[in-house]
């Protein structure tokens, strides 16, 4: 009895890794199938089922089996649509960092001190909010309620970057650039109304007590 | 879909079964070949509730531990039904191609 309660405790180590969900519903159901499966006095878990438990587990974090509804699964795939329009973004402007100062230059050397600011602004942020279109994308995939607000928020933000950019006549000088933010505004905008679509709003409110 | 999957399906197509009752039918079924791990199995049994092609049939309660049956919904044995009917298809043009003297005597 007492070498199946320690392999008991060794498999409960490993099923802490699932999501706590699927733990309150299904652990002691799966470990009494481990321990039906163990050999006759095991004391240890062995290799090959830590690893197949471990493997679950991550599958079900990375890839939670609730159903998404079409409107999430949409706005999740405009995210990194939107991620991806960033990095095109900031290759666009590094790539035409020179032609687009000489243009400048020429026409209106006062301009120069703004548009070497909004370069640097859009090179420095890009990472950043590809970083937040990615993670952004991961948390409403899950199904994360804190996310639609953090979206949302981030939308009005990109919002008003886009106002502020065309306030110092950024247009004027790349349009290329307003060309970039207007796709990436369009995006954000799209996948903001999608989570809150009603069908999106049944599925972030189940969400986190799975069944 | 994947082979445990399919297995997984199988085992309930005749009625339902417990977790350790689908690792030992699906071993059986594929002639000591498969050897469900509690992972794997759990992992595939949690998606096919989620995507509505198993439900939980009844639970018991045997020596202090949650016994949990599943069974094929519906749709779950349509979607097996329309797997098996594609291996099938497959596995006959497999057949006929290898032995053309037996040309349509399988199916």
Redesign the interface.
């Known amino acids: 009895m007492s070498e199946q309660a320690t392999l008991e405790r060794g498999y409960r180590r490993i099923l802490a890794w699932y999501p706590r969900s699927?733990r309150a519903g299904?652990e002691?159901?799966?470990?009494?199938?481990?321990l039906?499966?163990a050999e006759d006095g095991q004391t240890r878990v062995g290799l090959?089922?830590a690893w197949?438990?471990?493997?679950?587990?991550v599958?079900?974090r990375l890839w939670p089996?609730?159903?998404r509804p079409r409107s999430v699964r949409v706005a999740v795939k405009l995210m990194l649509a939107g991620a991806a329009a960033e990095l095109a973004a900031m290759i666009t402007v590094i790539a035409t960092l020179g032609t687009v100062r000489a243009t400048v230059a020429a026409r209106d050397a006062a301009a120069l001190q703004a548009v070497y600011l909004h370069q640097v602004s859009v090179i420095g942020l890009a990472p950043v909010a590809i970083g937040m279109w990615l993670w952004l994308a991961w948390a409403n995939g899950r199904g994360e309620d804190w996310a639609r607000p953090l979206s949302a928020a981030c939308f009005g933000l990109a919002s008003l970057s886009v106002v502020a950019a065309l306030a110092q006549g950024a247009a004027a000088f790349a349009p290329a650039t307003m060309i970039a933010a207007a796709v990436v505004w369009t995006l954000g905008l799209s996948s903001v109304a999608l989570i809150f679509t009603p069908a999106a709003c049944r599925y972030y409110r189940l969400q986190p007590v799975?069944? | 879909m994947q082979e445990a999957t399919f297995l997984i399906l199988t085992a309930l197509a005749d009625g339902s079964q417990h977790g350790y009752g689908i690792i030992t039918e699906v071993q059986q079924i594929s002639g000591g070949r498969v050897k469900l791990r509690a992972g794997t199995l759990y992992t595939a049994l949690d998606r096919l509730r989620a995507d509505g092609l198993i439900g939980v049939d009844r639970e018991e309660i045997v020596e202090g531990r949650l016994r949990r049956y599943y069974r094929l919904t519906p749709d779950g044995t349509a979607v097996l039904a329309e797997e098996a009917a594609r291996l099938h298809a497959n596995a006959t043009a497999a057949l006929r191609r290898l032995n053309p003297g037996l040309a349509g005597g399988a199916a």
Do not use: H, K
């Open positions: 699927f299904s002691d159901e799966v470990l009494a199938v481990l039906a499966t090959a089922e197949d438990l471990v493997r679950g587990a599958r079900m089996a609730a159903p799975q069944q």
